[in-house]
């Protein structure tokens, strides 16, 4: 990582901001997008001088190009940043089964577009799915699809934009801050029911799934390839 610059959307909080601290650890540097300026001057000033950060919003397209207007090359993109919700087929309105799609599909699909030709050759792309693509949950059919859409989405960047290397990474439930926000009984709800689905029976941290990460970004002979850092979520 050293003297390499890594671009982070979503870097401010959870699994963004763990593969961040990393990269500037091992000695890069980071540019970090968010929505919240205030979440987004509190992770700057934790990371140091490695670090500096832009408001982006991934749902607007113009956002996301005035995002990387300024950077003028860049050699690992990672886009996690978004937020959505999920529901069964006949109970949730259009808008929000359309939500992930929006995000966390069109989101990620725009910063590649918009980095692509600014990527070092010996670059790389990260893409967040989630392992929801393989075993979907009952409640979030359109969320399923969206990370089984992310998946391919991938492997067919990853021969478009040769020789720069495109990977996904598909965790299963990461106890980050996503579910520190959320209602107690819900996160400890889903908690009991990932760790029995699992076979090491508990949720990851966002540690294990931030290396899975930075594993895909470094290994120069990875492409195309779909890691799932799920505790064995999808073999059960
Ligand atoms: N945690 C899990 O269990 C899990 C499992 C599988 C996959 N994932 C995927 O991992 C990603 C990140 O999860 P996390 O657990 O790290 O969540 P998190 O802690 O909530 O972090 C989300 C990050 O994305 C930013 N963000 C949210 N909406 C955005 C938008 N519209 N535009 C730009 N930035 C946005 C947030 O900052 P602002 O709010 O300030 O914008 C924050 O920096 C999600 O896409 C999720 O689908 C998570």
């Given at each position: 990582m050293k003297d390499q610059l890594v671009v982070v959307i979503g870097g401010t909080s959870g699994i963004g901001f763990e593969v961040a601290r990393r990269v500037v650890e091992r000695g890069g540097q980071v540019v970090l997008g968010g929505r919240d300026p205030e979440r987004l001057e509190r992770a700057v000033s934790t990371l140091g001088a490695a670090a500096s950060g832009r408001t982006v919003d991934v749902t607007d397209k113009s956002s996301i190009a005035a995002f990387f207007e300024p950077l003028t090359r860049l050699d690992h993109?990672?886009?996690p940043g978004s937020s959505y919700g999920r529901g069964k087929l006949l109970e949730i309105s259009d808008e929000l089964a359309e939500s992930?799609?929006?995000?966390k599909f069109w989101g990620q699909y725009y910063a590649v577009k918009n980095a692509a030709p600014k990527i070092a050759k010996t670059g790389s792309i990260v893409l967040m799915a989630g392992a929801y693509s393989v075993r979907p949950?009952?409640?979030?059919?359109?969320?399923?699809?969206?990370n089984g859409a992310l998946e391919s989405l991938g492997r067919a960047l990853a021969l478009e934009l040769s020789p720069v290397r495109v990977n996904v990474v598909s965790p299963g439930m990461i106890d980050s801050d996503l579910w520190a926000r959320v209602p107690s009984e819900v996160r400890e709800q889903n908690v009991a029911s990932f760790s029995r689905d699992t076979l090491v029976g508990r949720p990851g941290t966002v540690a294990e799934a931030a290396e899975a990460v930075l594993y895909l970004m470094t290994n120069t002979y990875t492409t195309g390839s779909v890691l799932?850092?799920?505790g064995g979520f999808s073999l059960r």
């Open positions: 993109l990672f886009a992930p799609f929006r995000a949950p009952v409640d979030g059919a359109a969320y399923a699809a969206c799932y850092p799920d």
